[in-house]
């Protein structure tokens, strides 16, 4: 069954193609107007051939009336001018011409058939009330014209001349003229389907090279140029592309800048631990202080390393994936006094005042756990980046779209230019310092992680050693 729906499916994928679709047009395009030129063109011909014979039969029934009353002919039917021109146009125009009297008696036929009989018919009986009648065959086979013959003087309808002529010669012409059409058709056709492939050929081929740049590069190729000479359209696609190759790279580096600074973080307490295991086995009779000593410092490195694994499984759980959220209404003045409760104790060792500011009671829908680590790595740090007896003021204020969390402190503050990098993974002002307080470099990253998520933003201000302020803006309704 697959089976079937993918042949039918292949089998109708070529009508999507673009190239197909375009030479279709260029000979519809071509080909209907120059088929209806055609047409059009030898039916023309054919009705102004009719037209001009009939005009000319015209003029001739002019003269042959003309004759008639000058003549006198109904009162003497031998005059040889007249039968000459009867005979003549007759035979030029391979027809038969009837003069027929006013009692409807037919006095000359070219013929010679059916002179002296009488004819009733209503187009002779019209042209004897004064109408010019002209009746052309369909197919084109014949044509009759009636004519009257008035008296100059008296203005009277003295008779009717009836002409019938083929105009088979005319149609013949007609034909000819429709094969020569039609085999100028076929050459036309023939020349345009041959113009259209190379034309189609050549829109196609700058498509081809975009597609075989991009497999280039999608095999690994980065540095392939992208062949787009010839369209804008496509230079559009191929910026993009490049675009979309280079964030592609970015994330790679970052990937791998990720991965370099995680196993060199794990490598540091992990050595320092082999090395303290080393110096005790290869001791001997170490005294019992010396391993309990080691062992509580091998203790330290495993805590490092248990803190490090957590900090970054913290990072990935945040890292801007709405769908982990877990939003709940939360009366933030609460949440934030319930944060500064437990961070109390490590402030007071260090004599720091801990102050807490809040302008309004505020209820907003967030992930209390993720925002919690957020603000409570904010407060922790402007605690352990702090001086002693110093200070550490926290506010809280919301207008009617979000809510302001400040963390001021009067510690050490942050080199201006290394402002925007706190916020990067594993980054650190003072390494040794961050070692000391226990910092993993992730806390920033979890925050900034964190109030991203809930689309809301954070910023630093600082000066080196009078103090830093993160200012935090979330939505007060969360937003996916
Ligand atoms: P850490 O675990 O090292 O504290 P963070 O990501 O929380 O990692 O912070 C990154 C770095 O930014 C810290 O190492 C510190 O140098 C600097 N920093 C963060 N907050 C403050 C602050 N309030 N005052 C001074 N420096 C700070």
């Known amino acids: 069954m697959l089976v079937i729906t993918l042949n039918i499916k292949s089998k109708f994928s070529v009508f999507k193609s673009l190239r197909l679709r375009i030479f279709v047009v260029l000979i519809l395009f071509g080909i209907v107007p120059v088929s209806l030129y055609c047409i059009i063109s030898s039916k023309l011909f054919f009705s102004n051939a009719i037209s001009q014979r009939v005009s000319e039969l015209q003029t001739h029934a002019g003269i042959i009336s003309n004759l008639v009353v000058n003549s006198n ?33 037919i006095v000359k036929d070219t013929y010679a058939l059916e002179n002296g009989k009488t004819i009733i018919s209503k187009e002779i009986i019209e042209t004897f009330n004064g109408v010019n009648n002209i009746y052309i065959n369909d197919e084109g086979q014949y044509v009759e014209i009636t ?43 023939i020349l345009l389907i041959c113009l259209a492939l190379v034309f189609v050929n050549r829109i196609g081929r700058p498509f081809k090279n975009l597609s075989a740049s991009i497999k280039h ?31 592609l790279q970015q994330t790679e580096l970052s990937r791998q800048e990720f991965v370099s600074n995680v196993s060199h973080e794990l490598k540091t307490p992990i050595t320092s631990m082999k090395v303290l295991a080393e110096s005790l086995t290869m001791q001997d009779d170490v005294p019992v202080e010396l391993y309990k000593e080691f062992m509580v410092d091998i203790c330290d490195e495993i805590e490092r390393v248990n803190k490090i694994i957590n900090d970054l499984l913290t ?3 945040t890292d801007k994936n709405v769908s982990t959220a ?54 922790e740090n402007a605690i352990k980046y702090n001086v002693d007896d110093g200070w550490v003021r926290v506010s809280l204020n919301a207008d009617h779209k979000y809510f302001y969390i400040k963390v001021a402190d009067s510690g050490v503050g942050i080199p201006e230019e290394l402002q925007e990098k706190i916020f990067e ?17 992730l806390g920033l990253a979890i925050t900034r992680n964190a109030i991203l998520l809930h689309r809301g933003a954070i910023k630093v201000y600082s000066k080196q050693g009078e103090g830093s ?12």
């Open 315 to 317: 990072v990935v759980k």
């Open 326 to 379: 877990i939003i709940t209404s939360v009366n933030i003045n609460e949440f934030i006094e319930k944060i500064l409760k437990t961070l109390r104790p490590i402030a007071a060792k260090r004599n720091i005042e801990l102050v807490y500011e809040s302008f309004r009671p505020i209820t907003a829908e967030v992930d209390e756990v993720k925002l919690g680590m957020a603000i409570n790595n904010l407060i």
């Open 469 to 480: 302020l993160f200012t935090v803006r979330i939505p007060l309704n969360f937003q996916t």
């Open 73 to 105: 002919f109904f009162a003497n039917d031998d005059l040889t001018e007249l039968n000459t021109e009867l005979s003549q146009v007759a035979d030029v125009y391979k027809g038969r011409i009837l003069i027929i009297d006013k009692r409807l008696k």
């Open 147 to 189: 004519v009257p013959i008035t008296d100059s003087t008296t203005k009277e309808t003295v008779g009717v001349i009836f002409m019938s002529f083929s105009t088979e010669n005319i149609f013949q012409l007609y034909e000819i003229r429709v094969r020569e059409n039609i085999v100028f058709v076929i050459i036309f056709l």
């Open 217 to 247: 590069i999608a095999l690994g190729d980065v540095d392939t140029d992208f062949a787009y000479n010839g369209y804008s359209e496509l230079e559009g696609i191929a910026e993009s592309y490049t675009v979309m190759v280079d964030e």
């Open 425 to 441: 993974r594993f980054f650190r002002v003072d390494k040794a310092r961050s070692r000391e307080t226990g910092g993993t470099g």
